[in-house]
T-cell receptor, first 118, second 115 residues
Framework: AQKVTQAQTEISVVEKEDVTLDCVYE???????LFWYKQPPSGELVFLIR??????QNEISGRYSWNFQKSTSSFNFTITASQVVDSAVYFC???????????????FGRGTQLTVWP | EAGVTQFPSHSVIEKGQTVTLRCDPI?????LYWYRRVMGKEIKFLLH????????ESGMPNNRFLAERTGGTYSTLKVQPAELEDSGVYFC?????????????FGSGTRLTVV
């Protein structure tokens, strides 16, 4: 079974619209970490956010916000007032620590291709 | 500080040939990871080095793939002989380790095309 599910394969919006990218995860660990990465057309993976399982406080960073809900095993990402430069593939990922506090492997979702039209 | 560097950025080879990908992690990062994304699918874990030792290589698809990390510095991933299904983007990441706060830093990836 996939540990991270991003059900939306592609999303298209027009500039200035708000858009939410969904992420649902599965783990038996009580301690884990959730991530979002952005992959622009240039190809690199750009770190956006890391959340640990004990911190359910939602976070806002400029036009970006994240909604972490353990009750539904979801870690959704919202872009407010989207811009053309937001066009990219967005990946959600889960890490289950290996041997204590060391980061283990990342389990990625399949990614959501976001296209923002001018 | 310099980021994670991967070389080459692109490689096109014929089926049956050998290709070697290189990753230079951030200096001082003990943990080095290789991942691969085949077209349209999720990014999948290949293996994890701690210094020069393989901590977890359970993601390596088969014995045509060989990863090494000389002296705990840079790492190479060799594919020999390459097959069509090996095409994809190969990412390398490094982390400081010892604490979960440091996170991962990814390289820009190597796009491998086997024809």
């Amino acid at each position: 079974a996939q540990k991270v599910t991003q059900a939306q394969t592609e999303i298209s919006v027009v500039e200035k619209e708000d858009v939410t990218l969904d992420c649902v995860y599965e783990t038996r660990d009580t301690t884990y970490y959730l991530f979002w990465y952005k992959q622009p057309p240039s190809g690199e993976l750009v770190f956006l956010i890391r959340r640990n399982s004990f911190d359910e406080q939602n976070e806002i960073s400029g036009r970006y916000s994240w909604n972490f809900q353990k009750s539904t095993s979801s870690f959704n990402f919202t872009i407010t007032a989207s811009q053309v430069v937001d066009s990219a593939v967005y990946f959600c990922a889960l890490s289950e620590p290996d041997r204590g506090s060391t980061l283990g492997r990342l389990y990625f979702g399949r990614g959501t291709q976001l296209t923002v039209w001018p | 500080e310099a980021g994670v560097t991967q070389f080459p950025s692109h490689s096109v080879i014929e089926k049956g040939q050998t290709v070697t990908l290189r990753c230079d992690p951030i200096s001082g990062h003990d943990n080095l990871y290789w991942y691969r994304r085949v077209m349209g699918k999720e990014i999948k874990f290949l293996l994890h080095f701690v210094k020069e030792s393989k901590q977890d290589e359970s993601g390596m698809p088969n014995n045509r793939f060989l990863a090494e990390r000389t002296g705990g510095t840079y790492s190479t991933l060799k594919v020999q002989p390459a097959e069509l299904e090996d095409s994809g983007v190969y990412f390398c990441a490094s982390s400081h380790g010892g604490t979960a706060l440091s996170g991962y830093t990814f390289g820009s990836g190597t796009r491998l095309t086997v024809v």
